[in-house]
């Protein structure tokens, strides 16, 4: 799940989608699906200070979600990169296991 500026436009988050979308097949992911769930208010203000230092306090995000099949080498590369872009604003990584009866 990542969550993003609120103030991106269409095409730029039609690019960080497409981007992450092949991180995640060139790490061996398989079945890619995302999910847009638009614009949503944040439980809590988030700051977040960008590369050029300047802080930023957002109220709301454009949550989007991943699901896909992957190794697990490949979820620390795209950790990392989700950490280091400046339109993130926060993302996580669940892994769903099977459930054994």
Same mark, same amino acid.
């Given at each position: 799940?990542?969550?993003?500026?609120?103030?991106?436009?269409?095409?730029?988050?039609?690019?960080?989608?497409?981007?992450?979308?092949?991180?995640?097949?060139?790490?061996?992911g398989m079945y890619v !699906?995302?999910?847009?769930?638009?614009?949503?208010?944040?439980?809590? $203000?988030?700051? +977040?200070?960008? =590369?050029?230092?300047?802080?930023?306090?957002?109220?709301?995000?454009?949550?989007?979600?991943?699901?896909?099949?992957?190794?697990?080498?490949s979820m620390?590369?795209?950790? !990392?990169?989700?950490?280091?872009?400046?339109?993130?604003?926060?993302? $996580?990584?669940? +892994?769903?296991? =099977?459930?054994?009866?």
């Amino acid at each position: 799940m990542a969550v993003l500026r609120p103030d991106l436009s269409e095409d730029q988050r039609l690019a960080l989608t497409q981007k992450y979308e092949e991180l995640l097949v060139a790490g061996g992911g398989m079945y890619v !699906e995302v999910f847009n769930r638009g614009v949503i208010p944040l439980a809590y $203000s988030i700051k +977040k200070k960008n =590369k050029d230092g300047e802080s930023n306090t957002y109220l709301d995000g454009i949550y989007l979600l991943f699901t896909y099949f992957t190794k697990p080498e490949s979820m620390a590369v795209l950790e !990392e990169t989700l950490r280091a872009d400046d339109d993130v604003i926060r993302s $996580s990584s669940f +892994k769903v296991r =099977k459930r054994t009866y």
